[in-house]
């Protein structure tokens, strides 16, 4: 497949973008070798292939691990460099009078 000059502008406009003149033969090289290497990758036999989700190869559904809440068990570090403290939490400034 081609693409003509009018092909170009058109996709281009639905894209909203501005091209000019002198970029739109430039602009159709590269979309023609796109569809080149689209084209070649559509004549690769892929019978027996098994398809790919999310680019990891594994059997059966991905492992979750639990959703367990913890506090980091460091707070003493957490809170080491904490410009103001009180007890085991942040110390901020009040906002609402």
Do not use: C
């Not at 281009?12 to 973008?17: F, K, Q, V, W």
């Not at 796109?34 to 036999?45: D, F, S, T």
């Not at 003493?76 to 609402?96: C, H, S, T």
């Amino acid at each position: 497949m081609s693409l003509d000059t009018a092909t170009v502008r058109r996709v281009a406009s639905l894209a909203r973008l501005h091209v000019d003149d002198a970029e739109v033969a430039k602009l159709q090289a590269e979309l023609n070798g796109i569809l080149g290497w689209i084209e070649q990758l559509q004549a690769v036999n892929t019978d027996g292939v098994e398809p790919m989700a999310g680019g990891a190869v594994t059997s059966g559904a991905m492992r979750l691990r639990e959703d367990v809440i913890t506090d980091g068990g460091i707070p003493e570090k957490v809170l080491a460099n904490a410009p103001d403290r009180e007890g085991e939490y942040f110390g901020v400034p009040k906002v609402v009078e």
